[in-house]
């Protein structure tokens, strides 16, 4: 099994669809909640949740972001040197326990670094959505790839 892409491998209008999903637990979401000292009380007090617009307590949007970057790490940042920014990450919708996280990437740009040629930044849009294919969260990146090494092939 193939795991990332050099840079000659992304073209923009890419679209990757990234699998399996990942359905969120309730341990999931309060392990990492307490893990990273996030003590909004929407992701670990049911009774303070319950009253709220939602009725429910909401997943960590953290949570949703990582499994959104790590679903996509095969496809996108697997060859990857570095993730250099990350210009926008939105909260669209929300996730609650039960919920499975689909993504999507798509690629936007991309460009040969000019100081190194062993190397290139890719620009990436990534829409993660639920089982109802209701989005809730979208993110851009830029990534730094290799390109590939010259007698290197296609695997």
């Not at 341990?27 to 909004?40: C, E, I, K, Y």
């Not at 250099?84 to 939105?90: A, G, M, T």
């Not at 996280?101 to 991309?110: C, P, S």
């Amino acid at each position: 099994m193939k795991f990332g892409r050099y840079f000659d491998e992304f073209e923009p209008g890419q679209v990757f669809e990234h699998w399996p999903g990942r359905t969120i637990n309730e341990a999931d979401d309060t392990w990492f909640s307490l893990m990273t000292m996030n003590q909004n009380p929407l992701h670990i007090d049911e009774n303070y949740a319950s009253k709220t617009q939602h009725g429910q307590r909401l997943v960590n949007g953290i949570l949703v972001f990582a499994i959104a970057v790590g679903m996509s790490v095969p496809d996108v940042s697997g060859l990857a040197i570095a993730n250099l920014e990350y210009e926008s990450v939105k909260h669209v919708g929300p996730v609650f326990h039960g919920d499975t996280i689909y993504a999507r990437t798509r690629v936007l740009e991309t460009r040969l670094s000019k100081s190194k040629p062993d190397r290139g930044v890719v620009t990436v849009e990534t829409t993660a959505f639920n089982q109802r294919k209701e989005t809730v969260l979208t993110l851009r990146r830029l990534v730094l790839v290799l390109t590939r090494p010259a007698g290197a092939t296609e695997s």
